[in-house]
């Protein structure tokens, strides 16, 4: 028996010594490709112009290779339940699976960078909660897919080639064959937890976690840190929850605060209970006797980026039509969007929340109390959504008709309407948006109504209507980056969709409805052909969209040059229109005049839904001091970290979170 047991021993020492030893001839090719991909994004993205300190570079080449040597760690580890009894062909197998998918992502990842200017984020599951096929159809037609395919093909050789010559030459079935038993156990003891830590990522200190992808002040270099499968990891998380919302206190708690109340203390705000705070979350100045309701239509317009509009002129005309208009417009030119994608930016928009995606599940297909559209038809409104894309898309045909919208005016209703439109791979052209507008607004209603509109035709593949007719454009006054290939097409949209959104500004404001209206526009977010803004000087366009308010009337108020975001339109909007109801304080009144510096809930702030807000020094992600990066055109001379600031934000964005989970919560229980 003891003989049997010894025997027994024996085998299993000799095969977690064997699969160690694979585990870690697995490790070193993986680890090689992963920063070989890094390098060769840095040097495919890197902007012309750009410079910063060698030792900034060695930093993200350093804490790269820790985050290539965490997860290709971790890989093997979790292998080891089946790297020592494996047969070599099986191994082999193995190891060229593993290598295809870590390369895979990877790619994936660069090309994610190049679109959105982040790494891989949780708006990467839009492939398929989105319209799938017209995805896949944009990816075929905007990206070199082949070629990538067949770079990734190459890598993955590349690591397999490396991999087998080095298990040749370190011929694990013979490694430390014959030695004495204290050596191989030696051997084993240094090997496991040099593996464990290698995982961890660390020896002494917390094991590198999100946090630890910041080791400059460039944001562009800081990017350059994840390779894809950490980022996939790190989106996961994020999705996971952002779907759970039984917990109140997780967004909180992640801002660094245990409870609403001591949120609600750092903005002023009354905390006496949650219900106090709750109620503050939704109070509102009531508005001047006698105000009339206005018709209040708000353009969501598709990739419309602020930085286009900084050029704009006779012979750089993005604008077209609405080049005119802005003489007597609200033009806010400080402004971020909400998220890097549409559909993140329009429920931030809606809902006010920073969780997303909020509405796919069963929380989309019951009211949200404070919901945009319902606040305004509960105000006395009709309620429209308008749109040149398909309402399938992400479920909002059944979604927007739940929180508000008496009418859903998508692609297939607008085709219905007009034969002559081509349904293409997004939907129709914006242009029949606009048609059918100016019919709505020519018919009689006995409500003010309430329009959100939605345009796409200023999206890649960047197709148009044959009988558009580009404008020259003296690219010599493009002050931008140059180097993506999709630069000139999207000018083309983009200055399709504004003109457009102008035409119909013009017509308003000389029609019947002139005095009795208001619109306002503003971007959903970005886009990747206006460049990657690496440079500190830059880095504040990297968020930008345009806002603009028309309105018969209007006082703009001292704000317009000050940073502002998408959290602040409707506290602007609605009061503007007439409107009075529960919805979200997100933000401050963009129009009111006499702001103080010291109050929270009115300081000028921007804030990025993913957790990163802006003032007029410079942008930071919330609770990271080393972050901070200078963006004003004209720093002061102290341009730093302002803790205040941080905690303010920090504070808003943690009840902004909150609030959607102790209010939903219990809607998603079964």
Not at 141 to 148: A, E, K, L, R, T
Not at 321 to 333: G, I, V, Y
Not at 365 to 384: C, E, F, Q, S, V
Request: proline share 6%; glycine share 8%.
């Amino acid at each position: 028996m003891l003989t049997k047991t010894r025997l027994l021993l024996t085998r299993f020492f000799n095969g977690f010594q064997f699969g160690l030893v694979r585990a870690w001839l697995l490790v070193l090719p993986l680890v090689l490709v992963l920063s070989l991909i890094r390098w060769g994004q840095l040097i495919h993205f890197w902007p012309s112009g750009y410079t910063t300190p060698v030792s900034d570079v060695v930093a993200v080449a350093w804490q790269g290779f820790r985050f290539d040597l965490k997860v290709s760690a971790i890989a093997g580890f979790v292998l080891l339940l089946v790297l020592p009894w494996v047969s070599e062909q099986v191994y082999k197998r193995i190891a060229a699976v593993l290598a295809f998918v870590f390369v895979l992502l990877s790619m994936v990842n660069l090309h994610y960078f190049g679109f959105y200017k982040t790494p891989i984020d949780s708006l990467v599951f839009g492939l398929v909660e989105d319209d799938t096929s017209a995805v896949l159809k944009t990816i075929w037609h905007d990206f070199p897919v082949i070629g990538s395919l067949f770079l990734v093909a190459v890598l993955s050789w590349g690591a397999l080639h490396v991999h087998q010559r080095v298990v040749a030459r370190a011929a694990p079935a013979g490694v430390l064959q014959g030695r004495s038993g204290w050596l191989r156990g030696l051997f084993i003891l240094v090997a496991f937890w040099a593996l464990v830590f290698a995982g961890k990522g660390t020896l002494r200190e917390m094991a590198l976690q999100r946090q630890h992808l910041t080791v400059t002040t460039s944001q562009f270099l800081n990017d350059m840190v994840p390779n894809g499968v950490i980022a996939l990891k790190y989106a996961w998380d994020s999705r996971g929850q952002s779907q759970n919302l039984q917990d109140p206190l997780v967004g909180l708690k992640v801002m660094g605060f245990d409870s609403a109340r001591a949120a609600a203390e750092v903005l002023g705000l009354p905390h006496g209970s949650d219900a106090e705070v709750k109620a503050a979350l939704t109070a509102h100045p009531a508005l001047p006797p006698g105000t009339r309701k206005k018709n209040l239509l708000f353009f969501l317009m598709e990739s419309w980026s602020a930085e286009p509009m900084l050029y704009q002129s006779p012979q750089f005309d993005v604008l077209g039509r609405m080049a005119p208009t802005l003489e007597h417009a609200c033009h806010f030119n400080n402004f971020d969007s909400a998220h890097a994608g549409t559909h993140p930016s329009m429920e931030a928009i809606l809902f006010s929340t920073p969780i997303t995606p909020l509405t796919l599940g069963d929380v989309g297909r019951k009211p949200i109390p404070w919901a945009t559209a319902k606040i305004a038809r509960d105000a006395g409104y009709r309620t429209l959504f308008v749109s040149s894309v398909r309402a399938g898309w992400r479920g909002l045909d059944r979604v927007l008709q739940a929180q508000g919208f008496d009418e859903i005016i998508d692609a297939n209703s607008l085709k219905a309407a007009y034969p002559e439109a081509t349904l293409g791979l997004w939907g129709v052209w914006d242009d029949y948006v606009f048609r059918y507008l100016k019919t709505r607004m020519a018919q009689p209603s006995d409500k003010p109504l309430f329009v959100f509109v939605l345009t796409s035709t200023n999206h890649p593949p960047y197709d148009l209507p044959p009988e558009y007719k580009r404008v020259p454009r003296d690219m010599a006054l493009w002050k931008g980056e140059t180097s993506s290939d999709t630069l000139l097409p999207n000018l083309d949209t983009y200055h399709y969709a504004a003109d457009l959104l102008g035409g119909f500004v013009q017509e308003m404001q000389q029609g019947p409805h002139k005095s009795d209206t208001l619109i306002a526009a503003t971007g959903d977010h970005n886009v990747r052909s206006f460049g990657v803004y690496a440079e500190a000087s830059r880095h504040y366009l990297i968020r930008q969209v345009p806002f603009v308010i028309w309105g018969e009337g209007l006082n703009c108020g001292p704000q317009q040059a000050l940073p502002a975001s998408h959290r602040d339109m409707f506290n602007t909007l609605f009061p503007l229109a007439g409107i009075e109801g529960p919805y979200i304080n997100a933000g401050r009144n963009l129009l009111q005049s006499g702001i103080e510096a010291a109050d929270p809930i009115n300081a000028a702030r921007a804030m990025f839904f993913t957790g990163e807000a802006r003032n007029a020094q410079g942008m930071w992600q919330l609770g990271n001091k080393s972050s901070f990066v200078c963006t004003a055109a004209k720093p002061a001379e102290h341009c730093e970290f302002n803790a205040r600031d941080d905690q303010q934000e920090r504070a808003r964005y943690g009840l902004l979170d909150w609030n959607v989970r102790i209010s939903l919560r219990k809607e998603t229980k079964p």
